[in-house]
């Protein structure tokens, strides 16, 4: 590491000592050897020109102004361009498709298909009769409702009155099943 411009220059090390890693004894035996190597004097200078001009290229000398609109004209650029379901025609073509795909692995898979394709309308069936379940539960708790909604109007005598309210109640009440959700406790 002492000879003069020898195999054995610490090139690598010349980065670190430009950071400013180097220390004690290392930092020392380095800036030796810099005193007798023309060769990592020059690629000591040649590092120190680059990170120069490197740091000379990424300042910034200005602030660029932003128009006063640019999330306006962002939002409406970027809804203009969304590509999606529009036309009847494309909503066909999606759904032929799909089904095209559908049919193409059930002719793929052969007699396996029939058990997945058992097992799927099984699970439809389900599904349809929780759905049908409930939605029986909501007509006849409606139904219930405008009954005694109507029986109680009957008796006051504010049938005109009370009615309207009776519906608008009745209609909230469905609301409000249809959009309970239960909450996640937080861990």
């Not at 999606?94 to 795909?101: D, E, N």
Request: with cysteine.
């Amino acid at each position: 590491m002492h000879g003069t411009e020898s195999a054995e220059c610490p090139l690598e090390e010349i980065a670190a000592y430009l950071d400013g890693e180097l220390s004690g004894g290392s930092l020392a035996e380095f800036e030796g050897h810099l005193k007798q190597c023309s060769m990592c004097r020059k690629a000591l200078n040649e590092q120190k020109r680059f990170l120069s001009a490197l740091s000379a290229s990424l300042t910034v000398e200005g602030t660029a102004e932003l128009p006063a609109d640019l999330t306006k004209r962002l939002i409406v650029n970027a809804e203009s361009s969304v590509v999606g379901l529009r036309h009847q025609n494309e909503r066909f073509t999606a759904i032929f498709i799909s089904v095209t795909l559908f049919l193409f692995i059930l002719f793929a898979l052969g007699n396996e298909a029939l058990s997945s394709v058992g097992f799927a309308s099984s699970l439809g069936e389900k599904a349809i009769a929780v759905t049908l379940f409930f939605g029986k539960l909501v007509w006849i708790v409606g139904l219930a409702l405008s009954v005694v909604l109507k029986s109680l109007t009957s008796n006051i005598g504010f049938q005109e009155v009370l009615l309207p309210f009776g519906f608008f109640a009745a209609a909230a009440a469905m609301l409000m099943l249809y959009n309970y959700r239960p909450r996640r406790k937080s861990v």
